[in-house]
């Protein structure tokens, strides 16, 4: 297995006529998909193989089609929020450079305010098909090529793309799909942008096994009993959601008014799972269905670490993050560079085939996360280090503490503060400025120094730079930024602004 296309051609000659997709608008089986998709990569061949294709188009069907049709034309594509600030999507199209941009008629608009050449879904899907040349493309790949990159938050404010290869994507499909028994039976109900990490597990699943899956559309998660509704008419028996999407059918005790009928898998990841919100679930819902914590970033594709839920938990107890992933190993390593001992906290660390190539075009940061391992001073071995601090408790399970710096994961998504600061710092009388992240209030305030009298002067120039959810919640003007005993900004007592 050399390519992730080898999993889905078998699926479309196993089940040609199975229905495997669905979004608002329609549905595809996956003959027809593959049919696009073959269209797609004949189009985008005629203009070269291994470039990066941009997809700006929203999630559904049509996005899918053109990430497969990327594919195979021996390009690696990047989906791109196509509701991010103008400035971020720039951003990002600028570090890809020399690429080819894909979009649709709902978002042509969009691409043409962005003054870059583009190629149009609906007339390219309809290309005649090429088979030779696919054959030929197909015949000089190897699985260390790159299938896609994900951009995340920067630290200097530029997105950083983490560059995921064949290999390592066909790794961890390998193991999330017999992990959790995914089958021709799985349904998905997918919440999770397609921009975004934990989306490769149920889109490639599906691509693999024959799943279906379901397009949840965005605005039925403000509305919990149009949610349930979704799930039991499209008899959703499996979802992958962040726990900000789970606890919005517990604060509201949607199941105490209907409940999802169809369920037997719930699978959570991005950010901590309050335990509270997740017993409800567990006690008002099937007994039988599997609960799984799943722990990662995206630069071990999705996940490294998971925990199947097994036991009573108080709600005020920690979920553990578990065990590594089937050929994949982690280690902890302490303050001093040397493995953390049992109890003791230390840095996460690791080592797998799920493992990105690095970061596009920044060999800095790529340097910085990618490391030899520390532990080994024999031959070469890349690692990941991740930057988030764990401990294993008595069970022998990892338990997540915190991250090692100043990024947060919030509602699933990974935020760098830096990203924040560096909009607010745009603003010309802005002195000094800080982002800090209150957990227990859930709070993300920016605090700044300077000559800006109103704070929705700040809000409007980070608005230009980040995506909604990086927004902050509170903007607050202080005379003078608090300094440690180093001459740094105490972000400690910032938060007591909060």
Not at 222 to 242: A, C, D, G, R
């Amino acid at each position: 297995m050399k390519n992730i296309l080898e999993y889905f051609e078998k699926t479309a000659e196993t089940y040609p006529d199975k229905v495997g997709f669905t979004d608002s608008e329609r549905e595809a089986t996956f003959a027809e998909v593959k049919l696009r998709a073959r269209a797609i990569g004949s189009f985008l061949a005629e203009h070269g193989s291994r470039r990066p294709v941009a997809i700006l188009i929203d999630k559904k069907i049509n996005c899918m089609d053109t990430m497969l049709g990327a594919l195979y034309a021996g390009d690696f594509y990047v989906v791109v929020d196509v509701h991010s600030p103008a400035d971020r999507i720039e951003n990002i199209l600028g570090v890809l450079d020399d690429l080819l941009v894909v979009t649709d008629e709902q978002s042509e608009e969009l691409a043409k305010s962005l003054n870059v050449d583009y190629f149009l879904y609906e007339k390219i899907s309809r290309t005649e098909e090429q088979p030779g040349i696919l054959e030929q493309i197909r015949s000089r790949m190897c699985d260390m090529d790159t299938a896609y990159i994900l951009f995340t938050s920067g630290s200097t404010g530029m997105p950083k793309g983490t560059i995921v290869s064949h290999r390592a994507l066909i790794s961890y499909i390998n193991w999330v799909t017999e992990e959790f028994k995914f089958d021709e039976t799985t349904s998905f109900g997918s919440q999770t942008p397609l921009y975004f990490s934990m989306s490769v597990t149920d889109f490639y699943s599906t691509v693999k096994c024959g799943c279906t899956y379901h397009i949840i559309p965005k605005q039925n998660f403000s509305f919990p009993m149009n949610l349930i509704k979704f799930l039991n008419e499209h008899q959703v028996n499996t979802i992958y959601w962040v726990p900000t999407a789970i606890s919005i059918l517990s604060n509201w005790k949607a199941f105490d008014v209907a409940k999802p009928e169809y369920l037997k898998t719930v699978l959570f990841a991005g950010e901590v799972m309050p335990t509270k919100q997740l017993n409800y679930w567990i006690h008002t819902l099937d007994p039988e269905i599997t609960y799984a914590n799943l722990f990662g970033p995206t630069e071990t594709t999705d996940i490294c670490t998971f925990y199947v839920v097994d036991r009573e938990f108080k709600d005020d107890e920690s979920l553990p993050i578990g065990r590594p992933c089937n050929n994949c190993d982690v280690f902890l390593v302490n303050s001093e560079g040397k493995l953390a001992e049992p109890g003791e906290e230390g840095e996460l660390f690791v080592r797998s085939t799920f493992m990105a190539d690095g970061y596009y075009k920044n060999p800095e940061k790529t340097e910085e996360a990618f490391v030899q391992n520390p532990l080994n001073a024999y031959y070469p071995e890349r690692v990941y280090r991740t930057g988030d601090l764990v401990k294993y408790n008595e069970r022998g399970e990892l338990i997540y503490i915190s991250r090692k710096d100043f990024q947060i994961k919030r509602r699933g998504y990974r935020i760098e503060l830096g990203e924040i600061e560096a909009g607010a710092n745009s603003v010309e009388k802005v002195k000094a400025c800080a982002c800090v992240y209150d957990k227990e209030k859930d709070c993300l305030a920016l605090i700044y120094e300077g000559g800006v009298k109103d704070p929705e002067v700040i809000r409007e120039a980070v608005r230009k730079k980040v995506p909604p959810y990086m927004m902050p919640d509170q903007v607050i003007r202080v005379k003078n930024m608090p300094q440690n005993a180093n001459g740094k900004i105490d972000r400690k007592k910032l938060k007591e602004l909060i």
